[in-house]
């Protein structure tokens, strides 16, 4: 799968992903940190890419004939405590992405 990270979470995450054999790129590797919303949303589509953030607001600017999304419902963590919280539910969304879902909330 193909994934492009939000500014919230660290660059660190994509290479946690690419270790499990998927594509990922943050937003600050193609110079869109400073990017709004609704131009993440707009490359994300673009791309095929899924969407994985922490921010509230795509869930109300994704729309799922755009983009899939994942939706981290954690605070905030070190790059460490991150990992260690989403390896225990990482193989769910997996699932779940694989088999159509458009919209994940992790919690």
Do not use: Y
Request: hydrophobic share 50%; proline share 3%; charged share 25%.
């Amino acid at each position: 799968m193909k994934f492009l990270i939000d500014a919230q979470l660290p660059p660190a995450l994509c290479g946690w992903l690419r270790e499990r054999g998927h594509e990922a790129v943050h937003v600050f590797e193609i110079g869109m940190v400073a990017a709004g919303d609704a131009e993440i949303a707009a490359r994300v589509a673009a791309d095929g890419a899924v969407l994985v953030s922490k921010d509230e607001d795509f869930v109300t600017l994704w729309l799922p004939d755009r983009f899939a999304f994942v939706w981290l419902r954690c605070g905030n963590a070190t790059n460490r405590a991150l990992v260690g919280w989403l390896e225990v539910r990482w193989g769910r969304v997996e699932v779940l992405l694989r088999d159509g879902e458009r919209f994940v909330e992790v919690r």
